[in-house]
């Protein structure tokens, strides 16, 4: 690969691929819809075409605010093609949030997905001097306004008022504009530890990354993949989206995440982009199911997760155990090929990325046969810095950097990256801009890592969550988290402990585990605050929680914990969209802890 820009990329890949079935497929009505690369490229093209006739050109900023689907994409691609800038946000942000951030960015254009986000942004329309039009997915509205337009609209407009000929050299000749040093997304973050900033991403630093990151992909062939995380985060749109579509993919967009369990039997793909929350739940669910089965099937799964996860092992050496080969191929056809088949039968590679990758389950899905390869990387990357490779893996790490990208350890044990990938900066914030990028280029993560005698990096933790017990120790607060929440009845964990004598814990309970163990126990409730009030419950917790950091120093185990009657959840304001804990959203809503 060797774009100057994605308008480039774009138009190369289309007729590259113009051969193959399909470039996207999604539900509409129920049923699959499928859509070539060419078809893909007309669409996107005449969009361009009624943008520019509205009056967006190249440097304005156009925020986009829907669900993943092919309108997104479109939309995406259609800005960019004219040399705007997208700016993509959460659909589950507040109109305030989207007025900070659209207002923030002087916002030529919004493009929305529903009556619900269009109405947010006729609420705060006033507060945003720059905004000109308002674009919807959606026919079903009221149009008040003579600046908002339907999607569908505007491409039927792109296209007869230029015709196909006439589409293509008009936005060629652009395209010979658009520099790689110009702006390709504006992305703000997502706020775990305070107010969002707007990473600017160039051309170049999402195609370098771009191409670097194909080398992720392997020994994969004619790829299919279903894509579930939010396209708006830079993670999913270098990795699941560009990467896989520079690949030829052939990608299915879900309908949801919670969708993801039937349409990975429906679309069968052979490769995923991941965080680790949903591969965490897919190891549980199994455990879980297992233990309802007789003495007899549980030995007989433990001993073949057992088989796989030795040949795991002996595989990140370099070893070819013929007698482990053997009874591998055994423990596949009694066991192991049954759990595959849960997840569409043909799952070769799962790209896992957005959080830390717990070793078991790392290795689980290595002993079923799927090769889950974690790498890491932040938004301000493009994102994406490092990853194990298929064939070069080590558990518990995040691989060797990309090809072209430099990583070395700072003093204080602080990751440093430095490479094409880097962002130019935050958007009107070079305050912030000098903090995080110093004067020699190199981009100061915030992740505190280490290099393993074989070159991988490893994370031990966010330089800025680690906290210093009130006996002088350091603490590193996910580690302890990860393990914790190894536990079925345990969904997520949460640590307090600066400048505290000894470690406490939030938890939010998998509820629905809670209330199984209750009727197992004989435990009779009527509400969720007497099933975690309950001391049988508690004390039984307590156990799960020592026996999981059982191999923690003392001063890192947690002594004392809360039980919470709701749920961690996006909407409550605890996650973030990628599922990551917002620490500093947490410590204020339970500060009396």
Known sequence: MNYRNISEYLYDLCNKYQNNEFAFTYKKNGEYQKITHLEL????????????????????????????????????????IIGAIDVPLFPILTAKQEAEIFDDCSATAVIVSTNFQLNKINEIKDNLPNLRHIITFTKQFEQKDLYIHTLETLIDRGNKIRSKEERKETLIAIQKKISPDDLLTLIYTSGTTGKPKGVMLSQNNIL??????????????????????????????????????????????????????????????????????????????????????????????NWAIGIGIKKAYELQEGKNNRITNFFYKIAYQLVLHKIRERLGGRLEKIISGGAALPIEVEVF???????????????????????????????????????NIEVKIAEDGEILVKGPNVM?????????????????????????????????????????????????????????????????????????????????ALISPNFEQLELLAKELGINFNDVSELISNQRIIKFIKEEIDFYQRDVSKFEKVRKFRLLSQPFSTSGGELTPKMSIRRNEVEKKYKIL
């Not at 974690?374 to 995040?398: C, H, K, M, W």
């Open 365 to 403: 899905f290595r002993a079923i046969g799927i090769n889950v390869q974690q790498g890491y990387g932040l938004t301000e990357a493009s994102p994406v810095v490092s990853a194990n490779r298929e064939d070069d893996y080590e558990f518990g790490t995040i691989g060797k950097p990309l090809k």
């Open 208 to 301: 370098s990354n771009v191409d670097a990151a194909i080398e992720i992909l392997g020994s994969l062939k004619n790829p299919v993949s279903l894509m579930y995380l939010p396209l708006c985060h830079a993670y999913e749109r270098t990795t699941g989206f560009y990467t896989l579509f520079a690949s030829g993919a052939k990608i299915a967009i879900a309908d949801s995440i919670e969708s993801v369990p039937a349409q990975l039997q429906e679309i069968k793909p052979n490769v995923i982009t991941s965080v680790p929350k949903l591969l965490e739940t897919i190891r549980k669910k199994v455990y879980i199911n297992i233990s309802k089965e007789s003495f007899a099937k549980q030995k007989i799964f």
């Open 424 to 504: 130019k900066g935050y958007w009107n914030n070079p305050e912030e801009t000098i903090n995080v990028i110093d004067q020699q280029g190199w981009l100061h993560t915030g992740d505190i890592g280490e290099f393993t005698p074989k070159g991988n990096l490893k994370i031990t933790d966010r330089k800025k969550y680690i906290f210093v017990n009130s006996g002088g120790k350091n603490i590193a607060p996910q580690q302890i988290e990860t393990l914790i929440t190894q536990s079925r009845y345990i969904d997520h964990c949460f640590l307090i402990g600066d400048n505290r004598e000894y470690i406490t």
């Open 41 to 80: 490229l007309d669409k996107i093209e005449c969009l361009a075409i009624s943008f520019l006739e509205l009056g967006i050109h190249k440097g304005d900023r156009v925020g986009l605010v829907a669900e993943n689907s092919i309108e997104w994409i479109i939309s995406c691609f259609a800005i960019n």
